[in-house]
């Protein structure tokens, strides 16, 4: 399966940006895709989840109550909406996919898109 990020760019602190993430492929519901990100100088890390098939979601403290994962099932795609951006959001967003829950949320997919980077300006 191929992943295809898009919608990253530049934003001013307090602003919004939707991530979109397009699988090449049909999801099965036993899928997790997550969003991660890098950060320069450090390591990649898990940002948001979803189980595919009942649409849990799940959120790392740093995002949450800000940031939006979604899915449109039609159209193999997850989305990340991202609100009240912060500078220390900026990176380069990643989503990847898995069937391992507890992987994915420990930063881990087995396919990964090739990153759509976001730059928050202070």
């Known amino acids: 399966v191929q992943l295809q990020a898009s919608g990253g760019g530049l934003v001013q602190t307090g602003g919004a940006l939707r991530l979109s993430c397009v699988a090449s492929?049909?999801?099965?519901?036993?899928?997790?895709m997550g969003w991660f990100r890098q950060a320069p100088g450090k390591e990649r890390e898990y940002v948001s989840a979803?189980?595919?098939?009942?649409?849990?979601?799940y959120y790392a403290d740093s995002v949450k109550g800000r940031f939006t994962i979604s899915r449109d099932t039609a159209k193999n795609t997850v989305y990340l909406q991202m609100n009240s951006l912060k500078p220390e959001d900026t990176a380069i967003y990643y989503c990847?996919?898995?069937?391992?829950?507890?992987?994915?949320?420990?930063?881990?997919?087995?396919?990964w898109g090739q990153g759509t980077l976001v730059t928050v300006s202070s």
């Open positions: 492929t049909r999801i099965f519901s036993s899928a997790v």
């Open positions: 990847g996919k898995g069937v391992d829950w507890y992987k994915v949320v420990a930063g881990k997919a087995d396919y």
């Open positions: 979803i189980r595919w098939g009942v649409g849990s979601t």
